[in-house]
């Protein structure tokens, strides 16, 4: 039940995205790539800030760190919400149970960034200033891949892959749809309100929001506890814009896609019912086998 889209690629929550995407959200291989997510973070993380051999060794360190609390700390309470989520996988669904679900899941999201934070403010002062001009480069970079991949597109060509998106999604859960909620899909998609302009807007707030904190921490001057607290201040505002027609938009467009999940299940299948409920089962074997240290 993850929101596809993603469109922020935001920098510092993706920490916790990639464990939660690599243990929840149907990673095809969830225990190998569980196993190798420190390394997977540190290069994804490598490719904005560009990490010189002591940051290098000192992050990847925090990375292993993180894994075991999150092994001990998040992986029961996964294991926990895939088990409860199987009784209700054969019964219809509100749109607000799905949105309970997505709530709990984005608190889940937030918790290991949350818990890097100390490691992340010693890392941002250490950062030097062709490493800031570097997170800038990338940004760049990848805005303008943003840009190809959908501002630059027709409306039709992005209604179309934000329905092919779902439908893959929608088809790792409950196996193969049929060709009325494949159009149930792509009418919701049409009827969400999504703005990719309003997306973009947001990102690049982000962006210079992230930028803007590590420069205030990389100047050294600042107490650890003071630099800890700029980082959270940070992973805050990602999840919860200071922007109010942002918040809006936000909230709009997961209610949406609330709606959109409680539509597609409630027009599942039997056949397709029992796809997912083994689909729950086997995440949560994953979860519950990758509890234990390796």
């Not at 051999?53 to 700390?73: D, I, M, N, V």
């Not at 690049?204 to 600042?222: C, K």
């Not at 709606?259 to 299948?269: E, M, Q």
């Amino acid at each position: 039940m993850r929101n596809s889209e993603r469109a922020a690629r935001r920098l510092l929550a993706i920490i916790g995205a990639a464990f939660v995407c690599l243990t929840l959200l149907g990673c095809s291989t969830n225990r190998l790539a569980y196993t190798h997510a420190p390394t997977l973070v540190y290069y994804w993380l490598d490719s904005y800030f560009d990490f010189d051999g002591p940051q290098s060794y000192a992050f990847k360190q925090s990375l292993q760190e993180l894994q075991a609390w999150h092994r001990k700390q998040e992986l029961p309470q996964l294991a926990e919400l895939l088990k409860n989520l199987q009784p209700a996988a054969t019964r219809e669904i509100s749109s607000d149970q799905v949105c309970s679900v997505w709530d709990f899941v984005r608190q889940r999201l937030q918790a290991p960034a949350t818990q890097l934070a100390p490691a992340l403010a010693q890392l941002a002062t250490s950062l030097k200033p062709a490493q800031m001009l570097h997170i800038d480069a990338e940004f760049k970079k990848r805005n303008q891949k943003w840009r190809e991949e959908w501002l630059e597109r027709s409306p039709a060509e992005r209604l179309e892959r934000r329905s092919q998106q779902v439908v893959e999604r929608s088809e790792q859960f409950y196996g193969r749809l049929e060709p009325g909620q494949r159009e149930m899909i792509r009418t919701h998609m049409a009827a969400s309100g999504y703005d990719a302009n309003m997306l973009q807007k947001e990102m690049l707030r982000r962006q210079q929001d992230s930028l803007q904190t590590l420069a205030r921490v990389r100047n050294g001057q600042l107490p650890a506890a003071a630099a800890q607290a700029e980082l959270s201040g940070l992973f805050d505002r990602a999840t919860a814009s200071p922007d109010a027609a942002s918040r809006q938009y936000h909230d709009a467009i997961t209610q949406s896609a609330c709606a959109a999940v409680a539509a597609v299940h409630n027009s599942s299948t039997v056949v397709q019912k029992a796809h997912l409920v083994k689909t729950l089962q086997t995440y949560e074997a994953d979860a519950r086998a990758l509890m234990q240290a390796p």
